[in-house]
């Protein structure tokens, strides 16, 4: 299958900083109340613990691995004293977080070993669930992407999840993301335009030919794979089909019209000015590409698994240290706490590029940022769980910009902190989101002996 050249048809670049202001402008929704967007960001591990500044309030500090959020403070709440659902010590501690970080229930013990037994999703994840009442008519109802890191190995990647053992995969590939992204969003040309007609046509072809070929390639290794990898790669396929179907039928019934200079972008011009190193540069090219697709209305819900705790522990200028007891995993931490808050920092930039009503993009798109361990890694505990929002929400719902340190109890020990009911919950944190987008009708989320309603503090 011929792979056709996008630069023939999509443009020369527009400058060394990507993509130029004036297009951003022209994406830009100037006008009218704009929809509220969410993102769940993952990054493994845990993170080396000053993160934790103890100065709670709009006054706040920030740690030596979070300064890169300085131009954002009054954009970024640190919540300090949550955790996840009870699922008992008996699964991974890296994977049964990483299965429900999206879900409010423990996650379903498989059986087997792995460090501890192996786990599925118990439920219908938060970002399927929000997607369904706020991105049922937006192109991508909802998208899940990945960072350079093709690791799958025993659902280290597995935070979104379709229904109880029903795994949606990130999208590693970038050209694969960007056209599912935008496949069929370009909008019709005027016939009497006979280039523009041909440049769509062009789109179109390039948009099959790579969605095609991933079906072709998944295809052609089904009868290798045992039931595991099976299902792993039909989850793959379920995020590929429907983006196939609508670069073959560019015109969906969605009363979607996207603006004009959204059918302009190209993978060349999302790349310009990225960094050379191949690992930083794949990172914010997604990221690029997620800020377009949200400004441009193709999507209003996206989970960002930027790597697995299996694949990608040794960063640039790191040390692969993680399960050292010593000063070596607190260097180690602090290398790639560093380089993944630099890469989600570079998100926020894209989305604070993009005007927007009487603010920008990222003050109407909320991101939830969370790892799968906390409060001293290395011990693989779920003690106050690093967990940031950014961003904000139309009408300024959310109460950005400071420090919210929450009552935690510890208990005798780490499994009766899991199990205390009293201790707040990633997923209230979620369904406090939810409350303030306007959705209140999440009654089938979470476990109701870990909901004790809204988290007031992050409420204005």
């Known amino acids: 299958m011929r792979v056709l050249s996008r630069r023939h048809f999509l443009g020369a670049g527009l400058g060394v900083m990507g993509l130029a202001a004036a297009q951003q402008r022209a994406i830009a929704q100037a006008n009218g ?74 996650p379903l013990n498989e059986g087997g070993e792995f460090g501890g037994n192996l786990c599925s999703g118990a439920q219908r994840t938060f970002d399927h669930l929000l997607a369904d009442r706020i991105g049922a008519k937006s192109p991508v109802r909802s998208i899940v992407l990945g960072g350079l890191d093709t690791n799958h190995k025993n659902g280290s990647q597995s935070l979104s999840w379709t229904g109880p053992r029903q795994v949606q995969l990130p999208l590693h590939e970038t050209d694969k993301t960007f056209a599912a992204l935008f496949a069929g969003n370009s909008g019709q040309p005027l016939p009497s335009d006979p280039a523009a007609v041909e440049a769509q046509r062009l789109r179109q072809a390039w948009q099959k030919d790579v969605l095609g070929l991933a079906q072709l390639q998944t295809s052609s290794l089904k009868a290798e794979l045992g039931r595991s990898e099976l299902q792993h790669l039909q989850a793959y396929e379920a995020n590929l089909n429907e983006a196939f179907l609508r670069a073959s039928d560019p015109a969906p019934d969605i009363g979607f019209l996207p603006p004009a200079a959204c059918g302009d972008l190209s993978l060349e011009k999302l790349q310009e000015g990225l960094p050379t190193e191949a690992y930083a540069r794949h990172h914010d090219l997604q990221s690029r590409s997620l800020a377009a697709a949200l400004a441009c209305g193709c999507t209003r819900v996206a989970t960002y698994v930027m790597a697995s705790h299996l694949g990608a522990m040794t960063v640039p200028g790191g040390v692969s240290a993680h399960h050292h007891h010593d000063d070596k995993a607190i260097d180690h931490y602090r290398a790639f706490d560093r380089y993944y808050g630099d890469r989600v920092a570079f998100l926020l930039q894209q989305l604070a590029s993009y005007p927007e009503g009487d603010g920008t993009l990222l003050d109407h798109t909320i991101i939830v940022w969370s790892t799968d361990i906390s409060w001293t890694p290395v011990e693989h505990d779920h003690d106050r769980h690093p967990l940031y929002l950014l961003g904000g929400l139309p009408e300024n719902k959310l109460k950005m910009g400071q420090y919210v340190k929450l009552p935690f109890n510890l208990g005798p020990n780490r499994v009766d902190a899991l199990k205390n009911p009293s201790n707040r919950r990633v997923h209230e944190v979620l369904l406090t989101i939810a409350g303030a987008i306007g959705i209140t009708d999440l009654n089938d989320f979470a476990d109701p002996q870990y909901v004790q309603g809204p988290i007031a503090e992050i409420l204005t």
């Open 33 to 106: 109340v704009a929809p509220s967007r969410f993102v769940f960001i993952y990054t493994p591990a845990g993170r080396e613990p000053s993160w934790r500044t103890d100065t709670p309030g709009p006054n706040y500090t920030l740690g030596p691995t979070m300064r890169m959020f300085e131009p954002f403070k009054d954009k970024l709440i640190v919540l300090d004293g949550v955790t996840v659902p009870n699922f008992g010590y008996e699964i991974n501690a890296h994977l049964g977080p990483v299965h429900c970080l999206l879900g409010g229930k423990a």
